[in-house]
Each structure stands twice: as C-alpha cells, then as structure tokens.
C-alpha cells in the first residue's frame, strides 16, 4: 500500500512540474523582432514540410535585407504549434507563431512549402484552410512550392487562376480540382496575386522571380549570385498570365 501511496506522489509531483515547465515556456515565447519598413513574408510550415521548398524561398527572401535602397523582407515562420515541427526530412523547426492564437503581424507575402500530406489529411485540416483563406484577403501575394498548390486549390484561390505544381502530380490535381487550369512543361506561373510553382529546387526560381518582379532584374541578379545560382528568368519555362 505504502508503494502505491509513494508512486501517485512521484506522478503528482512530476506532473506538477511538467505542467510549470510548459507554463513557463509559454510565458518565455518570444517573437521575432520585424522592421516595420519591410514586407513580411510567413512561411506556412507544418509536420513533413519538405526542407527544399521551404528553404529555397526562405534563403532568398531573407538576403533581401543585405539589398540597399529596396523595401526588404521579414521572413518568418507560422504554424498551428508553439511545439517544433519536424521536416520530412528530420530537422526540427520552432514555429514563430501559432496562427491559432498568436497576434499575428499583417501578412504582405504567404508561402505555402510543400508538405508529405498536402495530397490527403492536411486538405482535411479546416483550420489551415481558413487560415490560408484569411491571409489571401490581406496579402499582396501568395506563393506555393510543389504540392503548397493543392492548399491553394482546396482554398479555392485558384479557381480562375491558372497553376502548376509538382510534374508527376499534375495529373492527380487535375483529377481532384477538375475545374483548374493546371499546366504542365512550364516551372511556376504567375497569374494575379499567385506563384505556383514546380517546387524541389526549383523553388529558387519561382523566388528569384517575385524578387525580379519587386525589385528589378539587378537585384534578383545580385541575390543569385549571393547563392551561386545563375539566374535568367527568360532561360526558364515559365508562364505569366497578363
């Protein structure tokens, strides 16, 4: 009896703890400090999110502020978690916000990466959804990196748009939105106020090209060239809807 006492006491106490540890983290939660003169850019990361089409953009928009005499980015990540994320490929990332609580700052750009699920259960995810649907009534633009596309369609951002999205799921996002022009042969497309693009490296592209679009072909150039990357946007198959 006495080790049953002694053992309810050892779990009330670790509980408690826990408990004040998770209070306490919640009361340490810091935000990134975001210049006010500068677009701010949210990254929509969860659970699989593929570590290319989140870097790719993120790498780029984030040299934006080494750039003189343009209105630069404030890159940061939101999430339904204040817990770490864990890319399909392992890397565990804290989210800067939690899009379900958090005061959110005013949201100019969404990007949307890839995820594992973006095809099945993250299209379930009503919370996301609207999320997304919120954040397109304020932003000046969205972006998705390969199968990001499929949250965009499910929003309904892309009926009358034309798109595009990972090429050997070209066919399934035509079978599940039958109404949307999703296009084949070209690596993103630009139509209003949305960037769909092929995702995988080529999410560099679709990045370098929002940035040519915003700030001029010099400084996409420059931004390339910070990562090694050749840039031509006329070399690449693209499609720009007027």
Request: aromatic share 12%.
């Amino acid at each position: 009896m006495k080790k049953i006492f002694f053992l309810a006491f050892i779990i009330a106490v670790f509980s408690c703890k826990t408990n004040d540890e998770n209070k306490k983290i919640a009361q340490e939660k810091t935000f990134p400090k975001l210049n006010n003169d500068r677009y701010n850019v949210a990254f929509l990361i969860m659970d699989g999110t593929f570590n290319t089409e989140l870097t790719a953009p993120f790498d780029i928009f984030q040299h934006t502020i080494f750039r003189e005499n343009i209105k630069a980015m404030n890159v940061f990540t939101v999430a339904n978690t204040d817990k770490p994320i864990t890319t399909f490929e392992g890397i565990r990332i804290l989210p800067d916000y939690n899009y379900l609580k958090d005061a959110l700052p005013k949201i100019d750009i969404l990007v949307i990466p890839s995820a594992e699920h973006h095809l099945d259960t993250d299209l379930e995810d009503t919370k996301m959804i609207h999320f997304v649907q919120k954040i397109d009534k304020e932003a000046m633009y969205i972006t998705s990196h390969c199968d990001g596309a499929f949250v965009l369609a499910k929003a309904g951002l892309l009926n009358s748009k034309v798109s595009t999205t990972f090429p050997s799921d070209i066919d399934k996002m035509r079978k599940m939105f039958p109404n949307l022009d999703v296009r084949k042969d070209v690596l993103f497309v630009h139509d209003g106020k949305y960037i769909t693009s092929a995702g995988g490296a080529k999410s560099f592209e679709a990045a370098l090209y929002l940035c040519e679009y915003l700030y001029g072909k010099e400084v996409a150039k420059s931004l390339a060239g910070g990562l090694v990357i050749d840039w031509n946007v006329e070399s690449i198959p693209h499609l720009i809807v007027e």
